[in-house]
């Protein structure tokens, strides 16, 4: 067995990341079963258990845009921006600019202290003519410094995990309210690569995926002060299993599926606001627990949910719940969110999240705000959790520069006296 301390204090969020991913524990449980009174797993004492879905390379569903960041985590019907690489490229299409650049820097446990634990994102996207437009995005997630110890507690090492994506994409217009894109991505994950557990030497994983998107996006009113709908539809990190120990069972890295709509309403040539809505659900099988029929059914000790291929467990995602209906319902997360422009130079956010208790628990308010000046623009985001199962990006502020390169080319030259 190989434990893990990092250099600086950590919340059980962090703990559960890296074990979950790579470590395969044993643990000895009771029966149990789904009550259809309580509507969840309950063990012998007749208690809810949570069942929350826990896939490999989680940093990958990590939300990077801090003007997301303030509206509840829904992206994936906003107008465009460069972040739009995250959520749904297809939105890329419908860019007023014809490149867009943004850098963001999210803080990682930082209400505990800790300053080595971040992450980086860069996006970016090109619009090759009024029809197809190309994005790239770079994504870093560094874990901070850890000590590694053997079963003994001896100390055989710090090490410096680390987490990397690459993307690029391509979104083209069907017509004038419709685009779709495809993204291709390649995520590597380097956790404790070299050190032992048991029998077998942990490695780095890789793995290649991909992502497709479509939005829609129509004027609505009259010929005078319009308004937009945007409905968007997001499948990503559809990509091949990853194992960190070789010759073991591969895991499920976290494909998502994304559905949303944002109404934006322009009031005057000052004043605008959008309000939007988003539902996702992680195509991934869902656990079952020790005790379960269909837990280990071919009795290989290896649980059956591991086992699924990756378009069996997409496809099977929908229905494998041991739940059934109720309990696929209680793996939907829900993202709502309002945002406020003046004259498209300041902006005002605000949202909130939703996940239902037995499936993780996250609950958040959010709040953000954004200013364009010039060429360069800001977003900044807050997170205030409202349960005791508290996020790692807990009361710290995010933020995000942009550069509109358009307007730097259209800004008119200095003439020198």
């Known amino acids: 067995m190989l434990f893990l301390r990092f250099m600086n204090p950590y919340s059980h969020f962090m703990r559960s990341l890296i074990i979950a991913t790579f470590l395969i524990v044993n643990i000895n449980l009771q029966a149990q079963v789904w009550s259809p009174f309580k509507h969840c797993i309950v063990d012998a004492s007749d208690e809810c258990l949570q069942n ?10 990590i939300n990077p845009d801090t003007r997301s960041g303030g509206l509840g985590d829904a992206g994936v019907a906003l107008s465009a921006d460069p972040n739009a690489m995250h959520h749904n490229a297809a939105r890329l299409a419908f860019a007023e600019n014809n490149v867009g650049v943004s850098a963001t820097y999210s803080p990682w446990l930082r209400n505990l202290g800790i300053d080595d634990i971040y992450l980086l994102y860069l996006s970016g996207y090109y619009k090759l003519d ?29 090490g410096q995990p680390n987490e990397m994506e690459i993307v690029g994409a391509y979104s083209r217009k069907l017509s004038d309210q419709f685009s779709a894109s495809l993204s291709a991505k390649f995520a590597y994950s380097n956790l404790a690569t070299g050190k032992i557990v048991g029998n077998s030497t942990i490695t780095t994983a890789t793995t290649f995926a991909a992502d497709i998107g479509l939005f829609y996006r129509n004027k609505l009113g009259a010929s005078g002060r319009r308004n937009y709908l945007n409905v968007g539809l997001a499948l990503t990190n559809l990509g091949s299993k990853v194992t960190y120990i070789k010759s073991t069972v591969k895991d ?35 656990p079952r627990k020790e005790g379960d029929p269909l837990f280990d059914a071919d009795s290989n000790k290896i649980a059956d949910y591991r086992e699924k291929g990756l378009f ?19 793996e939907l997360t829900y993202s709502v969110g309002l945002e406020y422009w003046y004259d498209k130079q300041f902006a005002l956010r605000a949202g909130y999240f939703y996940e239902n208790a037995l499936k993780g628990n996250r609950k958040f308010l959010t709040l953000g705000c954004g200013i364009k000046y010039n060429v360069f623009g800001i977003n900044l985001s807050y997170l205030i959790p409202t349960t005791n199962n508290r996020s790692p990006l807990s009361n710290t502020i995010r933020f995000s520069i942009s550069y509109d390169f358009d307007a730097s080319a259209k800004a008119p030259a200095t003439v020198p006296e």
């Not at 490999?56 to 569903?61: D, G, K, Q």
């Open 52 to 61: 929350t879905i826990l896939t490999a390379m989680p940093f990958l569903r």
């Open 130 to 158: 009024k029809l197809q437009t190309v994005g790239f995005a770079l994504r870093y997630f560094s874990l901070g410094k850890i000590e590694f110890r053997d079963e003994n507690g001896q100390d055989i090492g710090i």
């Open 312 to 330: 069996e467990g997409i496809f099977g995602s929908f229905s494998d719940a041991p739940g059934g209906f109720t309990e696929e319902l209680q």
């Open 252 to 286: 499920f890295i976290p494909s998502n599926m994304a559905l949303g709509a944002a109404y934006e309403m322009n009031f005057d040539d000052y004043n605008s606001l959008t309000a939007t809505l988003e539902i996702d659900k992680l195509l991934v099988p869902t």
